[in-house]
């Protein structure tokens, strides 16, 4: 899940770089800010942004008290439906080694002993 998260922050900070390049090119620079342009795409697609980058980046606001709430209750909910998929998968695994168990026994039903 982290790992997803700094890959989204690295493209929104080279969708924020390309705008700024953009802005560059219609002022009269095209030829000069399509190459470092392509460099810092490499550099964002290996998870270390680069020095320009860093300046260029904008800052992100701070959230606010309902994204915060809503965030936490859709980390939540899909919390939630992972730990449903699991119990429903170790449920399914339970049921079939209690089935081996059982044909297994009712098999070697002599090697049983009487208690």
């Known amino acids: 899940v982290e790992g ?3 890959c989204v922050k690295t493209l929104e900070k080279n969708q924020g770089c390309a705008a700024d390049s953009d802005d ?4 009269g620079a095209s030829t000069a800010t399509t190459a470092p342009a392509e460099d810092d795409a490499d550099e964002g697609a290996g998870g270390r942004p680069g020095r320009e980058e860093e300046e260029h980046a904008p800052r992100r ?7 915060v709430a809503a965030a936490a209750v859709k980390r ?3 919390q939630r439906n992972n730990n449903h998929k699991v119990l429903q998968r170790l449920n399914a695994e339970i049921l ?4 081996n168990v059982r044909s297994i026994l009712q098999a070697n039903r ?5 208690v």
């Open 76 to 78: 939540s909910i899909a």
């Open 61 to 67: 606001k701070a959230p606010t008290v309902e994204e």
């Open 4 to 6: 997803s998260r700094q």
């Open 110 to 114: 002599p090697l049983i002993p009487e």
């Open 24 to 27: 560059a090119n219609n002022a």
């Open 96 to 99: 079939s080694h209690q089935q």
